[in-house]
């Protein structure tokens, strides 16, 4: 009953919508047959610049946000994210961003997890989006994500989106240690154009103090087509925000290249920043969906196979083509990131902890990672 079946080229599309305004989305991603839409809650990003004392005590809150991911194969791709746009008003200033992340290899699912079937050539004449771009995505302590968030907001990115989740590591092991440190984390997302990805991911990395011991992980991946118009929450007295100043320039210089310069005679002006000495390399990103309720096994299996840490976001799930008993049913995306040599091994125990735990519903893919950052004894 939960023998896995194997597909290809596929990509993770996460798309980001103020708070409340996901219902046109959700139908018009239904309406194209997407099947398994996933839910989270999260919150936009702070940028807390100028103004008085009391401004600064106390800013105003983040924007809250809604993170929708589905699994979309390539085939599709074009036409879903399009009619997700045409939707959501997407190509609008502040009205959200939609990005996919392609997945590297098989997509492994039982039969009884939905997923949308492959079929046309995914053409788009009218397809709006960026296809080079990275996301960096960072997994720290309640509390960080603001930092980086707004680290990544000074280094260019449009954006950052911060959602929640719990993980931990070989510490779960030691009794003692659980004690010190709770399990809930904060999910830092930010898709940025590849030409200001490195400089953005080393910002977020210093402001987090991902280098030093117990501060998380961050690393980036591949996105192959992305539209990102997320609003920014400020707080100062100035009478247009940084992204409509941003995009007054970029009318005027008559496109983006004048980013890469100013980032450039930044640097060089500043005395440049010394590189961070942990990047890593050669590494994969695992990850399972199953029901909330079964993924404490999962958790243990991948820990237990070697992994260093496992992370953990939680959703409901939105899916307008699917039965009415499964509305709003809690899911679960567990993650990991190994070394390739390892992923079957890791693999493999996951697969085995679903069919000995008799888990109907589960899917595994893997995302190729780029860079890494953490802590390294």
Same mark, same amino acid.
């Given at each position: 009953?939960?023998?896995?079946?194997?597909?290809?080229?596929?990509?993770? &599309?996460?798309?980001?919508?103020?708070?409340?305004?996901?219902? /046109? #989305? #959700?139908?018009?991603?239904?309406?194209?047959?997407?099947?398994?839409?996933?839910?989270?809650?999260?919150?936009?990003?702070?940028?807390?610049?100028?103004?008085?004392?009391?401004?600064?005590?106390?800013?105003?809150?983040?924007?809250?946000?809604?993170?929708?991911? !589905?699994?979309?194969?390539?085939?599709?791709?074009? @036409?879903?994210?399009?009619?997700?746009?045409? $939707?959501?008003?997407?190509?609008? /200033?502040?009205?959200?961003?939609?990005? $996919?992340?392609?997945?590297?290899?098989?997509?492994?699912?039982?039969?009884?997890?939905?997923?949308?079937?492959?079929?046309?050539?995914?053409?788009? @004449?009218?397809?709006?989006?960026?296809?080079?771009?990275?996301?960096?995505?960072?997994?720290?302590?309640?509390?960080?994500?603001?930092?980086?968030?707004? /680290?990544?907001?000074?280094?260019?990115?449009?954006?950052?989106?911060?959602?929640?989740?719990?993980?931990?590591?070989?510490? *779960?092991?030691?009794? !003692?240690?659980?004690?010190?440190?709770?399990?809930?984390?904060?999910?830092?997302?930010?898709?940025?154009?590849?030409?200001?990805?490195?400089?953005?991911?080393?910002?977020?990395?210093?402001?987090?103090?991902?280098?030093?011991?117990?501060?998380?992980?961050?690393?980036?991946?591949?996105?192959?087509?992305?539209?990102?118009?997320?609003?920014?929450?400020?707080?100062?007295?100035?009478?247009?925000?940084?992204?409509?100043?941003?995009?007054?320039? @970029?009318?005027?210089?008559?496109?983006?290249?004048?980013?890469?310069?100013?980032?450039?005679? %930044?640097?060089?002006?500043?005395?440049?920043?010394?590189?961070?000495?942990?990047? !890593?390399?050669?590494? #994969?990103?695992?990850?399972?969906? &199953?029901?909330?309720?079964?993924?404490?096994?999962?958790?243990?299996?991948?820990?237990?196979?070697?992994?260093?840490?496992?992370?953990?976001?939680?959703?409901?799930?939105? %899916?307008?083509?699917?039965?009415?008993?499964?509305?709003?049913?809690?899911?679960?995306? &567990?993650?990991?990131?190994?070394?390739?040599?390892?992923? @079957?091994? #890791?693999?493999?125990?996951?697969?085995?902890? &679903?069919?000995?735990?008799?888990? %109907?519903?589960?899917?595994?893919?893997?995302?190729?990672? *780029?860079?890494?950052?953490?802590?390294?004894?």
């Amino acid at each position: 009953m939960s023998d896995f079946n194997s597909t290809t080229d596929y990509s993770l &599309v996460s798309i980001i919508l103020p708070k409340l305004t996901g219902e /046109a #989305v #959700v139908q018009s991603l239904g309406k194209n047959g997407a099947k398994h839409i996933i839910q989270s809650t999260s919150r936009g990003s702070l940028l807390n610049e100028g103004g008085g004392f009391f401004s600064k005590m106390f800013p105003p809150p983040a924007p809250e946000q809604e993170l929708f991911q !589905l699994l979309v194969p390539s085939s599709k791709l074009g @036409d879903l994210m399009t009619s997700a746009v045409e $939707a959501g008003q997407l190509n609008r /200033a502040g009205s959200g961003a939609i990005f $996919a992340m392609p997945c590297n290899g098989e997509v492994q699912h039982t039969g009884a997890f939905p997923l949308l079937i492959a079929e046309g050539d995914g053409s788009n @004449d009218a397809d709006p989006f960026i296809a080079d771009m990275e996301a960096i995505i960072g997994i720290v302590e309640i509390g960080v994500g603001d930092d980086m968030a707004e /680290a990544a907001l000074k280094a260019g990115s449009s954006g950052p989106t911060i959602t929640f989740g719990e993980g931990g590591g070989v510490r *779960d092991k030691i009794r !003692l240690l659980r004690l010190t440190k709770g399990p809930e984390k904060e999910i830092v997302i930010a898709a940025v154009e590849k030409s200001e990805a490195d400089k953005v991911f080393t910002e977020m990395a210093r402001s987090g103090k991902i280098t030093e011991p117990g501060r998380g992980f961050m690393y980036t991946t591949p996105v192959n087509r992305g539209l990102i118009n997320i609003s920014t929450t400020f707080s100062s007295g100035a009478g247009a925000s940084l992204d409509q100043i941003i995009g007054a320039i @970029d009318e005027i210089k008559g496109g983006k290249d004048w980013r890469s310069v100013a980032t450039a005679e %930044d640097g060089t002006k500043a005395g440049g920043q010394p590189k961070l000495l942990t990047d !890593l390399t050669e590494l #994969v990103g695992l990850f399972c969906l &199953v029901h909330r309720d079964n993924y404490p096994a999962i958790y243990d299996a991948i820990l237990n196979a070697g992994a260093g840490g496992v992370s953990v976001v939680f959703g409901t799930l939105r %899916d307008p083509n699917a039965p009415a008993e499964q509305a709003n049913e809690e899911w679960a995306s &567990v993650q990991t990131s190994i070394a390739p040599a390892a992923l @079957d091994k #890791v693999r493999d125990a996951i697969k085995d902890t &679903v069919k000995r735990e008799g888990i %109907d519903s589960a899917c595994l893919f893997t995302h190729s990672i *780029d860079k890494a950052a953490t802590y390294i004894p």
